[in-house]
């Protein structure tokens, strides 16, 4: 049984440029969130993903949008990268979105912006 | 913003001994978790108590709730070299659709063999 898998490990992008990350979650899963985890703190939810819509968002802008595909996989897309974009961006996947079960997360991208 | 705060940030024990860290947080729940980071690397699911619930056990791990205080606690008995990583409480408080969680900032566990 496969778990929640991220592509790619690590990326090294430069200040104003594009990136995507890639999730895809445990089999049998249908709900998709991104976090972003800051180096020392604790990760901080970006937003979720059920049904190929966003259902929920955190406190991030705009420059952040994603992406849930008809097999549950997901794109999380980050423009204009700042310094502060640097983090480890994980993915979790659970099943249903009213159910409140756990959440299990992916190795995570390690973004690195120069 | 995050909800949950651990306490303490830093926790470096013997190999053998217990470990406890503690979890605070500010609203309804509907749930709460911990998990353990390596490393900087995923994170793995060790528990979910729901907000009904007072006491969990699974292994070596004991999670208890207290709603009206709105707190938790992780008790690791018997810990091992291997119990070394970063722990963090995340809290369920969505309401309808959606179940984001809230993170701590968490709790680094050092156990010394």
């Known amino acids: 049984d496969a778990g929640v898998t991220q592509s790619p490990t690590h990326l090294i992008k430069t200040r104003g440029q594009q990136v995507t990350l890639r999730c895809s979650p445990k089999s049998g899963h249908d709900t998709v969130s991104w976090y972003q985890q800051a180096l020392g703190q604790g990760p901080q939810f970006i937003f979720q993903y059920y049904e190929e819509e966003e259902r929920q968002r955190g406190n991030f802008p705009d420059r952040f949008s994603g992406h849930q595909f008809p097999n549950y996989s997901s794109e999380l897309n980050v423009n204009a990268l700042l310094l502060g974009d640097s983090a480890l961006y994980l993915c979790?996947?659970?099943?249903?979105?009213?159910?409140?079960?756990?959440?299990?997360f992916g190795p995570g991208t390690r973004l690195t912006v120069l | 913003s995050q909800q949950g705060e651990e306490d303490p940030q830093a926790l470096s024990i013997q190999e053998g001994e217990n470990a406890t860290m503690n979890c605070s947080y500010k609203t309804s729940i509907n749930n709460l978790q911990w998990y353990r980071q390596n490393s900087g690397r995923g994170l793995v699911h060790l528990i979910l108590?729901?907000?009904?619930?007072r006491e969990k056990h699974s292994g070596r791990l004991r999670v208890t709730l207290d709603t009206s205080k709105k707190s938790s606690s992780l008790l690791i008995t018997a810990s091992r070299a291997a119990d070394t990583a970063s722990y963090f409480c995340?809290?369920?408080?969505?309401?309808?659709?959606?179940?984001?969680?809230?993170f701590g900032a968490g709790t680094i566990l050092r156990v010394k063999s």
């Open positions: 108590i729901r907000s009904n619930e």
């Open positions: 979790a996947s659970s099943l249903g979105q009213r159910k409140r079960k756990e959440q299990f």
């Open positions: 995340a809290t369920d408080e969505s309401k309808g659709y959606g179940n984001k969680l809230v």
